[in-house]
């Protein structure tokens, strides 16, 4: 991804980024329960580790990968505190465009709010790394931004149409459902969607 993109989320984990809300996603913990999450899970853009220690703790074997070192730092600080195994839940400093030089497969990937960071000339090559870290017949769950806040600030604004082209060879997007982001801005909550996406 873009140096000044990288640099950017560096400098929002100094602090407190309005993304990270103290617990789960309610969209991933509905998942969890309805046992929509299974196997072994990747975490794309894990953050400070807040999903993948709630899915370790759950008893998933996870890795969480974010490029923000400060994340990174702030994720392996929470799982020691947590008293989870290091053998459940991994956390490795990485770019997403490069997942298959992982050279590992999962059976569930998570991504909640990477996509809409992305430039959409590497949505694309997101969805077929994504592809290249997941087993055949596994799932991957997409939270995203969505074109329907009326806000002048925030991500990019994604559209059905856009989850559909990025992951028009080697899914089947199953649901695009709508969805809530919780955030730490006001109202507390932004419009989303929610991809369910098939590994083929």
């Known amino acids: 991804m873009e140096e000044t993109t990288a640099k950017a989320f560096e400098h929002a984990y100094g602090g407190m980024p309005t993304w990270e809300i103290g617990h789960p996603q309610g969209a991933v913990v509905r998942l969890a329960e309805g046992g929509q999450i299974v196997g072994?899970?990747?975490?794309?853009?894990?953050?400070?580790?807040e999903v993948a220690c709630y899915l370790a703790a759950r008893g998933h074997q996870v890795l969480g990968i974010d490029f923000a070192p400060s994340a990174i730092r702030r994720a392996r600080e929470r799982a020691r505190a947590l008293g989870l195994d290091p053998a459940a839940v991994q956390f490795l400093e990485w770019d997403a465009l490069w997942l298959a030089e992982l050279g590992r497969t999962v059976d569930t990937i998570l991504d909640v709010g990477l996509f809409h960071t992305l430039q959409p000339a590497d949505?694309?090559?997101?969805?077929?790394a994504l592809r290249a870290a997941i087993r055949p017949g596994g799932r991957c769950f997409v939270l995203s931004w969505?074109?329907?806040n009326p806000f002048g600030y925030g991500p990019e604004r994604v559209r059905r149409a856009d989850l559909r082209r990025a992951f028009r060879r080697g899914w089947r997007v199953e649901t695009i459902e709508e969805a809530d982001l919780e955030t730490r801005l006001p109202p507390g909550r932004a419009h989303a969607w929610l991809a369910r996406l098939l590994a083929i």
């Open 40 to 49: 072994s899970v990747l975490d794309a853009g894990c953050g400070t580790g």
């Open 123 to 128: 949505r694309d090559a997101y969805a077929a």
């Open 146 to 148: 969505s074109d329907r």
